[in-house]
């Protein structure tokens, strides 16, 4: 069974400060994929980052940055000087296979103040 | 950018009523997903679509729920009679094998 925590249920901020997101995950699968999605207000989910289970090495895009540690199962998300376009709910997201299902932690809700 | 199309974006029904849930997802895709997220919850699988039969389906996607691939380009998820619990975001989603996982901009329904 696969199974996300997410343990920060809401992050408050000031705006340039930054931020990290923590992800927690269990599968008994050698092969999985990992994925963070971003949903704004308006409801969409937003795709954010897709980062393989061979894949270790940490990837930064913009502002965003990801932190993926296969010995400790976490995949954590910074926000490096932090906007009030990025207050979103933040969703960390597991699949086993290329083309299974996603399983889904309960969300971080992050509200970046001006 | 391709992207996956839900409508309606938002309905309104009455208990007891059935819906149907349209999407269009990306056209060379082909495994395709729905996922449900009640309010300020976590979002959750439903069921997942390959070869036009079901390959995967949770627990929540009792026999309310059918879905169906009727012509080739729609998806559609098929609510029978609604209940006051069913009120949610529904997401349609669709894959191609290794590549990105699309989600729709979701439908939201709301059952009175």
């Known amino acids: 069974a696969q199974k996300v925590t997410q343990a920060q249920t809401e992050i408050s901020v000031v705006e340039k400060e930054d931020v990290t997101l923590d992800c927690v995950y269990e599968t008994r699968d050698t092969t999985y994929y990992l994925f963070w999605y971003k949903q704004p207000p308006s409801g969409e989910l937003v795709f954010l980052i897709r980062r393989n289970s061979f894949d270790e090495q940490n990837e930064i895009s913009g502002r965003y940055s990801w932190n993926f540690q296969k010995s400790t199962s976490s995949f954590n998300f910074t926000i490096t000087a932090s906007q009030v376009v990025d207050s979103a709910v933040y969703f960390c997201a597991l699949r086993p296979t290329s083309y299974g299902k996603l399983t889904f932690g309960q969300g971080t809700i992050l509200t970046v103040h001006p | 950018e391709p992207e996956v199309t839900q409508t309606p974006s938002h309905q309104v029904t009455q208990m007891g009523q059935e819906v149907i849930l349209r999407c269009v997802p990306i056209s060379n895709h082909l495994y395709f997903y729905w996922y449900r997220q009640i309010l300020g919850q976590k979002v959750e699988f439903l069921v997942s679509f390959y070869n036009n039969e079901i390959s995967e389906k949770s627990e929540i996607f009792d026999d309310q729920f059918s879905v169906e691939r009727p012509d080739g380009s729609n998806f559609t998820l098929k609510i029978r009679s609604t209940k006051l619990e069913d009120s949610a975001m529904y997401f349609c989603?669709?894959?191609?094998?290794?590549?990105?996982?699309?989600f729709g901009s979701g439908t939201r329904l709301t059952v009175v």
């Open positions: 989603a669709s894959s191609q094998e290794d590549y990105g996982y699309t």
